[in-house]
């Protein structure tokens, strides 16, 4: 399985961004799909998460901001982000899962400005 991220960028504090994420290769039973972020010198945290069947998670701290969507036609998730925040600033990643196996794509970095 191989992702590709795009829609990542510069935008000031406010804006909004929407990350794409398509995968391809072996698709199939992908079951989980989701998008983490790692800012310089900190872990790599989950921000959102989406089940086939459209189930969500999100983290606390962009719960009502965010929204991860899927297409799973396409084999693609969506991260719609609003209301940035400089705290915000990282990179992000797609993960997807399947069976007992995880992939990574390559990453996009979101940059907030105040």
């Known amino acids: 399985v191989q992702l590709v991220e795009s829609g990542g960028g510069l935008v000031q504090a406010g804006g909004s961004l929407r990350l794409s994420c398509a995968a391809s290769g072996s698709t199939s039973s992908i079951n989980v799909m989701g998008w983490y972020r790692q800012a310089p010198g900190k872990q790599r945290e989950l921000v959102a998460d989406?089940?086939?069947?459209?189930?969500?998670n999100y983290a606390d701290s962009v719960r009502g901001r965010f929204t991860i969507s899927r297409d799973n036609a396409k084999n693609t998730v969506y991260l719609q982000m609003k209301g940035l925040k400089p705290e915000d600033t990282a990179v992000y990643y797609c993960?997807?899962?399947?069976?007992?196996?995880?992939?990574w794509g390559q990453g996009t970095q979101v940059t907030v400005s105040t």
């Open positions: 993960r997807a899962q399947k069976w007992t196996s995880h992939y």
């Open positions: 989406i089940s086939r069947g459209g189930s969500t």
